[in-house]
């Protein structure tokens, strides 16, 4: 080979790898706490009914096999992570999390968990709130052990976090079964007053381990899943009892975000209004391409909304048409729509500032 021809070869591979080191020095660390809106896979490790390791999961996800997301593919984390310019976050629990991988961030999420230790117990081995947040100090202290702490410190500061936490201390918790402890515990508001201040407390624990960005998600309209449809709900109507619980939840903890942003003196905590987004699905799903968000892709029973998805379920052919993959979760078209508000959302959807404006905002400093 000519030496000006080689040369020239080896110039080329030195940028291509230049850029690429920039690039992963430009994507932002990413930490996901909360339920199996967010798990990316950690209940595949543990002994719990609470998975999504099984087909159909996973029927769209590039491998077309089960990842322990509740999602046909992708789910929000996924395409949140896209957006920064991130690979996909990897669970907590999983061995592949080692060396560089750690840098990418982690996913802490555990399906069946609440903002309350005793919410999803019939689910035993779940990772709650004050375990993932254990396991976050646990991630630091490797990460501290891999680039120092001085830049392990400043990785979380900079880091993206999202927390979706609050639907299963309805759904598993107050309204698990008639009567349940804590409902007679609580009349609704004052059970909603309490898990607000709890989730005060994780958020403030957030700040406490170094988290400054974080992305707080309201629960979706929980009387409107095909599972409360199919449960509680009457002639297709979404079930008012879990409907007026996310009515008191949501507004209240807009109300506890801008709080606590105002007491630290910067808008750490952002606010994001899923009720809403999904409301609009419910209310208008044809003017969002898709053909019900009553019925769910993946089930059986009225609306397939009764038991889990498996194997055995009835299961739609084509996904995209589809608001609910399965009884509970979003479809990853759903999820994509989720997370484009997020992104570009109005101030009704997004509070104080949308995620766009977090990263050009960040850019800058």
Not at 103 to 110: D, T
Not at 129 to 154: D, P, S, T
Not at 180 to 194: E, F, H, I, K
Request: net charge neutral; proline share 5%; with cysteine.
């Amino acid at each position: 080979m000519a030496p000006l021809v080689f040369f020239g070869l080896v110039m080329v591979l030195l940028g291509a790898l230049m850029t690429t080191h920039h690039q992963a020095e430009a994507a932002r660390a990413f930490f996901v706490f909360g339920d199996s809106l967010v798990d990316n896979g950690n209940n595949n490790f543990l002994a719990t009914q609470a998975r999504a390791d099984a087909p159909p999961y996973g029927v769209d996800y590039p491998t077309h096999r089960p990842t322990g997301r509740f999602s046909n593919g992708y789910n929000i984390p996924d395409f949140i992570s896209q957006k920064i310019g991130s690979e996909p976050t990897l669970p907590y629990l999983s061995p592949e999390l080692t060396g560089q991988k750690l840098l990418v961030g982690a996913n802490f999420a555990s399906a069946g968990i609440g903002i309350l230790n005793d919410t999803g117990i019939q689910f035993i081995n779940i990772i709650r709130m004050y375990r993932q947040y254990q396991y976050f100090q646990h991630y630091q202290q490797r990460v501290a052990a891999l680039i120092g702490e001085a830049q392990a410190k400043q990785l979380v500061n900079e880091a993206l976090v999202l927390i979706t936490v609050g639907g299963n201390d309805f759904v598993n918790n107050y309204y698990l079964v008639p009567f349940s402890a804590r409902s007679r515990q609580y009349a609704l508001p004052d059970y909603v007053t309490y898990l607000i201040s709890e989730y005060r407390k994780l958020l403030l624990q957030l700040y406490d381990l170094g988290a400054r960005r974080v992305l707080v998600t309201g629960t979706g309209p929980l009387g409107c899943v095909p599972a409360e449809l199919a449960m509680r709900g009457r002639h297709g109507q979404c079930s008012t009892e879990l409907q007026r619980a996310a009515g008191l939840f949501n507004p209240q903890l807009i109300d506890m975000v801008k709080g606590i942003n105002s007491e630290i003196g910067s808008d750490i905590f952002v606010a994001v209004n899923t009720q809403q987004t999904h409301y609009n699905f419910i209310n208008n799903p044809q003017a969002f391409g898709f053909v019900t968000a009553k019925i769910a892709c993946c089930g059986q029973g009225p609306y397939n909304g009764l038991g889990l998805c498996t194997a055995a379920s009835n299961l739609c052919p084509n996904r995209d048409i589809y608001a609910f993959w399965d009884a509970f979760h979003p479809t990853e078209r759903a999820n994509s729509m989720i997370v484009e508000q997020i992104h570009t959302g109005s101030t009704e959807y997004m509070y104080p500032m949308n995620l766009s404006t977090i990263m050009a905002l960040d850019s800058r400093v």
